[in-house]
């Protein structure tokens, strides 16, 4: 039986750049449309907005900031670490969507794979990304705790919910 989970992610490095989108595209193969993600090496990013995107991989990748590094002087740009800010949750399985819709106003069923977005949850601004068998909420660091209470509230009124399992 398959069950729902909420599973706490392994800390992360993470990074907002921010900039001229078609400047950096020139150099970098950035997603340009808000809410699309891709891969950059070992980078998942997603485009939060038209100057705006969040960089997330499991280590360092020092090819990447080599790369950023080397380009602001013809390409103005901000990358700031934001890696001490945020944690990650998972919530997979098939009841994923009611327990994020527990707290989310977004209409869930509209959000394809591989689609990243910033959205409210539980009162909580989160950036929610689309994975292909649930959801991965970032949130700053000093609101998880509350969020997860939320989140793991809503997996109890969803019927899915495992002692110790979450």
């Known amino acids: 039986m398959m069950c729902t989970t909420i599973k706490d992610i392994p800390e992360s ?7 001229q989108g078609k400047e950096l595209a020139k150099h970098l193969e950035l997603p340009l449309r808000v809410g699309q993600v891709t891969w ?3 980078a998942r ?6 100057d705006e995107w969040m960089l997330v991989s499991e280590q360092p990748d020092q090819l990447l900031l080599d790369q950023m590094a080397s380009l602001y002087a013809e390409t103005p740009h901000a990358l700031a670490d934001v890696s001490d800010r945020e944690l990650s949750l998972r919530i997979s399985g098939p009841a994923a969507a009611d327990v994020l819709a527990s707290g989310c106003p977004r209409d869930l069923r509209g959000i394809d794979s591989d689609q990243a977005m910033r959205t409210i ?4 601004e989160i950036i929610l990304w689309r994975e ?8 700053w660091r000093s609101f998880m705790p509350h969020l997860k209470r ?14 110790g399992g979450s």
């Open 45 to 50: 990013i997603a485009c939060l907005g038209p």
């Open 13 to 19: 490095t993470r990074h907002v750049l921010r900039g």
């Open 132 to 139: 292909e068998d649930g959801f991965c909420v970032d949130a």
């Open 40 to 42: 950059l090496g070992k």
């Open 150 to 163: 939320q989140l793991q509230s809503g997996l109890r009124d969803a019927g899915s919910f495992v002692p």
């Open 121 to 124: 949850c539980h009162g909580v």
